[in-house]
Every structure is written in structure tokens, then in C-alpha cells.
């Protein structure tokens, strides 16, 4: 998942034309949300609970996977954690939990590569709805 570039105008209707069944609000998310989103599907949570105040084991390793993610795709330490209203450490001490944890939890690696897959499968889908829209509108 890259960064979005900025958002092109799409022809009214075009959706129709091509016949996808396509959620606009997918399109109009913002990079960190989609990956929030592709966590949360994975992970089985809903995206709100990541934003409470709360220390249960499951929803950190999750809020964590979330940032571990953000710094992969290059946000900054403080783009990710602001995001959850956390100061900027806790993005990189996120990044060093993830990364142990992979190398000895073999579900939060399982997961990981789950969380991967479903980002390559949301930026094809865009990748292709994108040219569709390209396509009608030349």
C-alpha cells in the first residue's frame, strides 16, 4: 500500500458503466485507515475499540500491528501514533514489540501475513478501479 496520490474526480456514474459493485467510502479513506481496516479484518476487532483508552492485551497487539504497519508503508513516528492520539515513542516501541513478536508467535506471524495479503488485494482493486475510471474518462 502506498500513499495515495491526490484524489481524482471520478465521472458521475462510472461506477455504473463498468457495473462494480464498489463502496465509495473505500476510496475516500485516508492510507492509515486502510490499514487499520486490513488489520481489524484480520485481526477481528472492531476499528473503534482501537481508539479507547483501553490496555487489553488484544486490542494493543492490534493498535500496535496498526503502527507497526504505518512505518512500513513510511509514515512517520509521529503521523502513526497520532493517529491513535499516542505520543511518537510509542510508534517505535510498537515496531520493536511487532518484530519480536513475529519472530516468536507464530499466530501473530500468521496474522501478519494475512494482514499482508489483504493489502495487496485492496491496492489491486484500486490499482484496477482506478484505470477503469481512466478508461472512461478519455
Not at 491526490?6 to 485507515?33: Q, T, W
Not at 493517529?83 to 501478519?112: C, G, M, P, Y
Amino acid at each position: 500500500l502506498q500513499r495515495v496520490q491526490p484524489r481524482r474526480l471520478r465521472p458521475v456514474g462510472a461506477d455504473n458503466l463498468l457495473g462494480l459493485n464498489v463502496n465509495h467510502n473505500y476510496f475516500d479513506m485516508k492510507p492509515i485507515e486502510l490499514l487499520e481496516k486490513a488489520v481489524c479484518e484480520v485481526r477481528g476487532i472492531n476499528p473503534l475499540e482501537l481508539h479507547q483508552k483501553t490496555r487489553k492485551r488484544y486490542i494493543c497487539e492490534t493498535r500496535q500491528m496498526v503502527m507497526y504497519f504505518a512505518l512500513l508503508h513510511r509514515f512517520t513516528h509521529a503521523e502513526s501514533s497520532d493517529f491513535f492520539s499516542l505520543d511518537h515513542s510509542t510508534a517505535n516501541h510498537s515496531r520493536k514489540v511487532i518484530n519480536n513478536l513475529i519472530e516468536t508467535d507464530r499466530t501473530i506471524r500468521i496474522q501478519v501475513d494475512r494482514v499482508w495479503k489483504v493489502l495487496q488485494e485492496q491496492e489491486s482493486k484500486q490499482m484496477i478501479y482506478l484505470s477503469q475510471i481512466d478508461k472512461i474518462a478519455s
